[in-house]
């Protein structure tokens, strides 16, 4: 290769996105305008900004000196109550969505129990868990059993929807065979669907108990129990090292179900 090629080939750059420089420097001319608009549009009360420096300075200050041991009996009584929720509502959501996704996989169910099926999945999906808290709240008043329910519908939706295309996506050619022998709708599903989603289903499951631990933290906030109103009650007292400990257990539970749920995947799955 010549000198005059390779001098060629540093200087080559890569070519703009937008050819046109008009277009592209009136395109950043106006992102820099809106930006300045909008900015300008919102309403700053500068005074109640400095004002809550010392309310901000006293909350960095509680995480960099978390308070494990002042409200240790609260804390440790919330964490119990959301492992509870978490275990109880993951249960009694993956059982009774196994049915649920049975009926809305359109390879398996006729068309109006298809219909019922999947309108029960939209109606779990509608919302989000605070929503679907706030009203279970006000049907079974404050405490564990409201999150119960709640993350228990919440898990309805979730895996039934994601199981049912699981059940759809199977290979026909392996349904057909068991049903050549003469099998049962029940032997089908047990000898031939079953097999080829029960990987997904223990994975779905064990990322639907994640996600139910932290839902669990926030859906206590508007009063369904768990480590989130241990959490609503140090804010409001203003106990800011108490919620950075609240806040750091729960990272580090997080944590753990997340690498405990790796580990299962990796030795089972």
Not at 17 to 31: D, E, H, M, V
Not at 79 to 87: D, F, G, K, P, R
Request: include cysteine; glycine fraction near 10%; hydrophobic fraction near 50%.
């Amino acid at each position: 290769m010549t000198a005059d090629a390779l001098a060629g080939r540093r200087r080559w750059r890569k070519p703009p996105f937008i050819a046109s420089p008009y277009w592209r420097y009136g395109l950043y001319a106006a992102a820099v305008g809106y930006l300045f608009l909008a900015v300008a549009d919102v309403d700053l009360n500068w005074s109640r900004m400095v004002a809550g420096l010392d309310r901000g300075g006293a909350f960095i200050g509680g995480f960099l000196a978390p308070d494990f041991v002042t409200r240790w009996n609260d804390i440790s009584r919330g964490l119990l109550e959301s492992l509870t929720m978490t275990v109880v509502s993951t249960i009694i959501g993956v059982l009774i969505s196994i049915p649920v996704a049975l009926g809305a996989a359109r390879n398996l169910a006729p068309t109006p129990v298809y219909y019922l099926c999947r309108g029960i999945i939209t109606i779990s999906r509608a919302f989000q868990e605070v929503i679907i808290a706030i009203v279970f709240v006000a049907m079974f008043g404050f405490g564990p059993f409201a999150g119960v329910v709640t993350l228990a519908f919440a898990t309805i939706g979730f895996m039934a929807k994601l199981l049912a295309e699981d059940i759809e996506d199977v290979s026909r050619d392996q349904v057909e065979a068991v049903r050549a022998t003469g099998s049962s709708w029940l032997q089908m599903l047990n000898y031939s669907i079953q097999p080829q989603v029960a990987a997904r289903f223990v994975g779905l499951s064990l990322y639907r108990l994640d996600i139910n631990f932290r839902e669990s933290a926030v859906i206590g906030i508007v009063g369904a129990g768990g480590i989130g109103a241990t959490l609503n009650t140090a804010v409001a007292r203003y106990e800011y090292d108490s919620a950075a400990a609240i806040l750091m257990t729960i990272i580090g539970i997080v944590l753990i179900v997340e690498y405990s749920s790796g580990a299962i995947r990796r030795r089972f799955l």
